[in-house]
């Protein structure tokens, strides 16, 4: 048995990374459903991080970004219903990305830099 030791940078960024790629995939549209698949497999990694700080900035994470795609999905269900109130097809998609900027990007630019003001220390963890 030995023991590995995770830096500070490591820690960090693992409670970044969730965020960040949530922020990129919304501000690419396409991405999002790449994401959506590679969050998954993100998300079932960090869940089990040994530092419980890094697990508590990823739920949040999750919440917002699954909540969304849950949305996403009622929503272009009925984009007929959409298309009457908002006129288009191309209004619906914009309206829709808006909704997507309006949740995922203010709150996960805001844990972004929580977690770098976050005093982390290094976690010698038992392999």
């Known amino acids: 048995m030995g023991q590995t030791v995770l830096s500070i940078r490591q820690q960090k960024l693992s ?33 089990h991080h040994p530092n419980t700080k890094v697990r508590e900035f990823l739920r949040p994470a999750g919440y917002r970004f699954y909540g969304l795609v849950g949305s996403l999905v009622v929503a272009l269900n009925y984009s007929g219903l959409l298309k009457q109130w908002l006129g ?3 209004h619906v998609w914009l309206a829709v990305w808006a909704a ?5 990007v203010p ?17 010698a963890i038992e392999t």
């Open 15 to 47: 409670a970044q990374i969730f965020n960040i790629a949530s922020i990129v995939s919304v501000l690419i549209p396409p991405l999002i459903l790449l994401w959506i698949a590679a969050s998954i497999f993100t998300y079932a990694a960090i869940a």
């Open 88 to 90: 288009s097809t191309t």
């Open 100 to 104: 997507s900027l309006l949740v995922v």
């Open 107 to 123: 709150l996960g630019l805001r844990d972004i830099f929580r977690a770098a003001k976050e005093p982390w220390g290094e976690l």
